[in-house]
């Protein structure tokens, strides 16, 4: 019997698949994201930091 074929993770942000990027990180219960999506969004966030 054959195993069926594993279903393809993209990133929820950019469409990129594990195989066109370095990691894909996923949740069970929400999108997933690439590392480069990743750090992108970081940037952002740290960008918009409020100093305390």
Known sequence: ?????????????CGKNKTD???????????????KCLSRFKTKMD???QPE
């Open 1 to 13: 019997m054959e195993k069926p074929e594993k279903k393809d993770i993209r990133c929820s942000f």
């Open 21 to 35: 990027t370095d990691a894909i990180i996923t949740t069970h219960s929400g999108p997933a994201i690439c590392a």
């Open 47 to 49: 960008k918009n930091k």
